[in-house]
């Protein structure tokens, strides 16, 4: 499988916690992108890197979220001390710059804070 | 500031009717981009088109097609004679120019088709 890889797919954890996710993405793609989606809504953008640099961060993304990219390849996002604000599915998405196609995104890591 | 809007919350119809999901968007920016995506139960959004700001032509790809107007700042999608595997949660998004990537989206719309 060539598409975007996310790991692990499904994670309930209790508040207070901390979690992290994974995000491998094809592999020659250089950008990478974080996204939030609660029920009911389209995901919202939370941060994006080039390579290993993180190049922007939404205002959603609190003291309580960091995400990494170390070398330029699969990304990690943790969330600290979760919150039941915090349950949704993040998305990862990555593209090629100037390639003019479009972001692969992958299926999902869906949080439940209980 | 960006903004999508997609007005229809969920759309119901029967198999073989034809179906129009509707969106509108703001921004200040010259140029821009459009999108589509579909998200089916699994949850993966799959890509449908991408239009740049400047081409307003419609397009049209199988049973689907999509009507672009600056005017109405609208981009709205049609899919002709629906199935049942069209159910899914449909959504409209934005990007600027310079992170075409970086994608604003709407609230979604969800379509059941019904056999």
């Known amino acids: 499988d060539t598409g975007v890889s996310q790991d692990p797919r499904h994670k309930i954890t209790k508040r207070g916690q901390n979690v992290t996710f994974r995000c491998d993405p094809i592999?020659?793609?250089?950008?990478l992108y974080w996204y939030r989606q609660t029920l009911g809504q389209g995901p919202e953008f939370l941060t994006y890197?080039?390579?290993?640099?993180?190049?922007?961060k939404s205002r959603l993304l609190s003291d309580r979220f960091s995400a990494e990219r170390p070398k330029g390849s699969f990304s990690t996002l943790e969330i600290q001390r979760t919150e039941q604000g915090d349950s949704a599915m993040y998305l990862c998405?990555?593209?090629?710059?100037?390639?003019?196609?479009?972001?692969?995104f992958g299926q999902g890591t869906r949080l439940t804070v209980v | 500031a960006q903004k999508v809007t997609q007005a229809q919350t969920e759309i119901s119809v029967v198999e073989k009717e034809d179906v129009t999901l509707d969106c509108v968007y703001e921004t200040r920016d010259t140029t821009y981009y459009l999108f589509w995506y579909k998200q089916p139960p699994s949850g993966e959004l799959v890509f449908l088109i991408r239009r740049n700001s400047f081409d307003e032509q419609n397009e049209i790809s199988g049973r689907y097609s999509w009507n672009f107007q600056k005017s109405t700042s609208s981009f709205n999608f049609t899919i002709t004679a629906s199935q049942v595997v069209d159910s899914a949660v449909y959504f409209c998004a934005l990007s600027e120019e310079y992170n075409t990537d970086k994608l604003i989206f709407g609230t979604g719309t969800r379509l059941q088709v019904f056999p």
């Open positions: 890197f080039q390579n290993e640099a993180q190049l922007e």
């Open positions: 592999s020659e793609h250089n950008r």
């Open positions: 998405a990555s593209s090629l710059v100037n390639s003019n196609t479009e972001a692969f």
